[in-house]
């Protein structure tokens, strides 16, 4: 059984101004926080009920990370997610070293992204490819969102997420860059380079104008949607699965040759 | 103003039994109305706001459709959408003809897709790609879910989905079959051939194994994640995105000679 007081603040973390505020945030379910118990995030709390810590004993006491083992109703009444019978966790944000692009290195960089379940989906996608940073513009969601933390399966533990004046630090950079239009070059037949910054625009509106002359290159998923039938075909995809078939291809074309 | 009657009927929809009571879904939103207004499906009750009704007038007169314009808070009331400040119709299923596959055609089965969400992505990635044809396992989510529909951005209307038999429909076909694996060949070194059906599986536990024996070709998308780093890497893709690779690889595949 747990305070009034820790569930408030746990309600709380669910909005940004509290977790900017205590620089904590909510890590909830199994996955993600048996990910966290094995990532270097400091965990302030930990809720978990009877199974979960059973099953999960020796993780949790070499983390020795205070816990307190509640009814599964206890956590159902505090967590964002739709249900959770397992486990959930207060945790501090990390800071990151400053921001620094290796030679070989691929880094997403996202503009105006709204949607957490996108932003957390493309966390995702850069774990999968090994892809270890993101730049964020400011008006992108927060990555420390809930829904941004658990659509990321616990990937928010390996990918940092820089948060910054997107155009400005281009505009700065010598690294080349691509940008995801709808019109570019075909990621089919693009020879990317060894490193470089991809550009993924917002769910509505796509990458804003104040990139124009900042990316070396537009590139394009190609479509094979019937376009002669007069009711059309899809006019786009989602960013997430976007980001994931342009990464795709940018290291399929680096391994044939 | 519409009916308590009519209110009642929108609401039901959201219900699987009841829409295979009555043949009927709901498709919600200005652009997936749109689409539905310029495809041949059957539209029995359309309802729009002001705006809307202005801005797509013609296309409305043209289809002959029966349209009542109401307030936008009565289409709030009803909807199984966040928000909808647009258009409602009320459509007819549509029969499909028996399946039938083209010599360079690639189709789609689905085991078991249990989220709306991700069925409705999966349907507008086919779109994208020309795939026409979509074979659903009996446990798959029913494609009129207005989360399915909705999800889809429009695409329903040029894609067909079979609810089949799956194993059994497999078990009879000569087509090559391409199972998503976390095992199995790179989809970026295997030459796909011109048609095909490619098998994925459900969210949780994959394909499951009654298709051990049916599966010609285990496929799988190559992971750059640093196994060797003590918390790990992405452990899968969702279901959505591991399609679209998979389909633009053998798309990529075919163009490459």
């Given at each position: 059984m747990f305070t009034k007081g820790q569930a408030t603040t746990i309600k709380s973390l669910q909005e940004k101004k509290y977790r900017q505020?205590?620089?904590?945030?909510?890590?909830?379910?199994?996955?993600?926080?048996?990910?966290?118990l094995n990532s270097d995030f400091e965990i302030k709390n930990?809720?978990?009920?009877?199974?979960?810590?059973?099953?999960y004993l020796k993780l949790i006491k070499d983390k020795k990370v205070i816990y307190e083992i509640v009814e599964q109703g206890e956590i159902e009444k505090v967590t964002s997610l739709e249900s959770n019978n397992s486990a959930l966790?207060?945790?501090?944000?990390?800071?990151?070293?400053?921001?620094?692009?290796?030679?070989?290195?691929?880094?997403?960089?996202?503009?105006?992204?709204?949607?957490?379940?996108?932003?957390?989906?493309?966390?995702?996608?850069?774990?999968?490819?090994?892809?270890k940073k993101i730049i964020a513009s400011i008006g992108t969601v927060d990555m420390y969102n809930p829904k941004v933390i658990s659509s990321t399966k616990g990937s928010f533990t390996r990918v940092e997420v820089y948060y910054a004046d997107l155009p400005k630090l281009l505009s700065k950079t010598k690294i080349p860059t691509f940008g995801a239009y709808m019109t570019g070059e075909s990621v089919h037949t693009l020879k990317f380079p060894k490193n470089g910054i991809l550009i993924m625009g917002n769910e509505s509106?796509?990458?804003?104008?104040?990139?124009?002359k900042l990316i070396?290159?537009?590139?394009?998923?190609?479509?094979?949607?019937?376009?002669?039938?007069?009711?059309?075909?899809?006019?786009?995809?989602?960013?997430?699965?976007a980001t994931a078939l342009i990464v795709d291809n940018w290291k399929r074309s680096q391994n044939s040759g």
């Open positions: 505020k205590t620089g904590l945030f909510l890590v909830e379910g199994e996955k993600s926080v048996v990910e966290t930990l809720l978990v009920t009877k199974p979960f810590f059973t099953k966790a207060i945790v501090k944000q990390k800071i990151i070293p400053d921001l620094e692009i290796k030679g070989d290195e691929i880094v997403l960089a996202l503009d105006n992204i709204r949607d957490a379940g996108n932003f957390g989906t493309i966390i995702r996608i850069a774990d999968w490819y090994g892809i509106n796509g990458i804003s104008h104040d990139f124009d070396s290159q537009k590139v394009t998923i190609p479509s094979y949607g019937q376009t002669l039938e007069k009711n059309g075909r899809a006019e786009s995809l989602n960013v997430a699965i």
